[in-house]
């Protein structure tokens, strides 16, 4: 049973373009929802979260667009780089005693110059 | 200065054998976890612990065990190696109270054969 729902698997974008990752979730109890960037060989690195009951956050180049009501979030990578070429996890976290994070299948961004 | 530091990054062995990982982490986080990402990308948590206690273990066959012996260390040993354990291993580590906000150390390719 998968939780968080990713879209799509793979991504291509040119250089100064807007990059679109979107997920989904079914579990109502989630009170974070953050995304991760990994780079080849690399770990999982925190990029930027939202909680539920805010709508928007912006880091940068960086937004979170959350929709409670549809249970979706998205990403939204401005002026897309080649540097920003990884894979994009989204997550959803529940807290209180289980801690658990909930990845997403993961987002395959490649950013032609 | 290394926040969350795996060792060995790379593991190649053959099946049957038993091999452990280790994790540390500088950070002086309360729960730390490790997670397995197959070869699709696929990031799915096995185990977590807080405060050298076990919190998560997700459906994990009982030849995974893990070993926290203080706060700032969780090791990995696995018995009787299979082929499917073939993956990349992160360890994490969160602060208390915030744990979306994982931080991962570098992985461990495991490559059993």
């Known amino acids: 049973q998968q939780q968080v729902k990713q879209s799509p698997q793979s991504l291509i974008v040119q250089k100064g373009g807007i990059s679109i990752i979107n997920c989904a979730y079914e579990n109502t109890a989630f009170d974070y929802f953050p995304w991760y960037q990994q780079f080849p060989g690399k770990g999982p690195a925190l990029l930027i979260a939202i909680r539920p009951d805010v709508s928007e956050k912006k880091e940068g180049r960086f937004t979170i667009s959350f929709n409670k009501s549809a249970k979706q979030f998205s990403l939204h990578i401005m002026d897309s780089q080649p540097g920003d070429s990884a894979t994009y996890f989204c997550a959803a976290y529940s807290g209180g005693s289980n801690y658990k994070l909930t990845f997403g299948k993961g987002t395959l961004l490649t950013v032609n110059p | 200065d290394t926040a969350v530091s795996q060792t060995p990054k790379y593991l190649v062995t053959q099946m049957g054998n038993d091999k452990s990982i280790k994790c540390e982490q500088n950070l002086g986080h309360d729960t730390m976890y490790w997670y397995k990402q197959d070869s699709k990308k696929f990031l799915k948590i096995m185990f977590s612990y807080n405060n050298k206690e076990l919190i998560i273990n997700e459906t994990v066959p009982n030849r995974f065990s893990p070993k926290s012996p203080d706060k700032a260390h969780l090791n990995l040993h696995i018995n009787s190696l299979e082929l499917g354990d073939s993956a990349v291993y992160f360890c994490?580590?969160?602060?208390?109270?915030?744990?979306?906000?994982?931080?991962f150390g570098p992985g461990t390719r495991l490559t059993v054969t």
């Open positions: 994490a580590s969160s602060p208390m109270g915030t744990g979306h906000e994982q931080y």
